[in-house]
């Protein structure tokens, strides 16, 4: 089955400790994003991504870091730089003729 | 910037219709699109109006005028399972990026 799958489904991370969320597409998609999402503040774009080898910064990039070495992949680095890191990560992939863009099942991280 | 406002929440009876406006404020996109989302899950892509006018699938319905900036998502014969937060979303043409609004939390009394 094709799809998007993020993992892990909830993380818990020590105060100062950069954590990594993988999201991975078997969707053969161009266009990948992530996005936090926080009780009442919808869907906000962290970093997003084309092309291989190429990614730009959303709206709330700060404290965060990406990399898309493999078309397959998109992983997103929380680092001890964002001050707020608790909050539910959504990764989105896209064919890039399309608009409709399809998600993962989300990462649920908690800093404690 | 660009920007999306829609409705915090609305509430309606089962069987009923409701509608969910978003107006919206961007540079230039490709058009407007609807995403459903229960708690805990992930959203899921509801309609994408490229053009003005309605478009119908099925008990949703979705209509767009670019000359208003503003949309909306019509849902009729409600079922409980349609209980769930609502977001409009844009593609931009300038740099393709995907904008969601805030979302439209929708209960549904029995």
């Known amino acids: 089955d094709g799809g998007i799958t993020q993992s892990p489904k909830y993380l818990f991370r020590k105060e100062g400790q950069n954590v990594t969320l993988s999201c991975e597409q078997n969707?053969?998609?161009?266009?990948m994003y992530w996005y936090r999402q926080d009780p009442g503040q919808g869907l906000r774009l962290i970093y997003y991504?084309?092309?291989?080898?190429?990614?730009q910064k959303g709206d709330i990039a700060e404290g965060y870091s990406v990399s898309r070495e493999k078309k397959e992949s998109f992983p997103l680095t929380v680092t001890s730089a964002q001050k707020n890191p608790t909050a539910f990560y959504l990764c989105?992939?896209?064919?890039?003729?399309?608009?409709?863009?399809?998600f993962g099942q989300g990462t649920r991280l908690t800093v404690v | 910037g660009q920007s999306l406002e829609q409705p915090s929440e609305v509430t309606a009876v089962e069987g009923a219709i409701v509608q969910i406006n978003c107006t919206y404020q961007?540079?230039?996109?490709?058009?407007l699109s609807w995403y459903q989302q229960h708690d805990g899950g992930a959203p899921t892509f509801l309609s994408y109006?490229?053009?003005?006018g309605l478009e119908e699938t099925g008990r949703f319905s979705s209509f767009l005028s670019r000359s208003d900036s503003y949309g909306y998502l019509l849902l009729q014969e409600l079922q409980m399972k349609d209980s769930a937060s609502y977001f409009c979303?844009?593609?931009?043409?300038?740099?393709?990026?995907?904008?969601f609004g805030k979302g439209t939390r929708l209960h549904i009394l029995p």
């Open positions: 969707l053969n998609h161009d266009a």
């Open positions: 109006n490229a053009l003005d």
């Open positions: 979303a844009v593609r931009e043409r300038r740099d393709d990026k995907i904008i």
């Open positions: 961007t540079s230039g996109f490709y058009g």
């Open positions: 991504s084309q092309i291989v080898n190429d990614f």
């Open positions: 989105a992939s896209r064919r890039q003729t399309d608009t409709e863009a399809f």
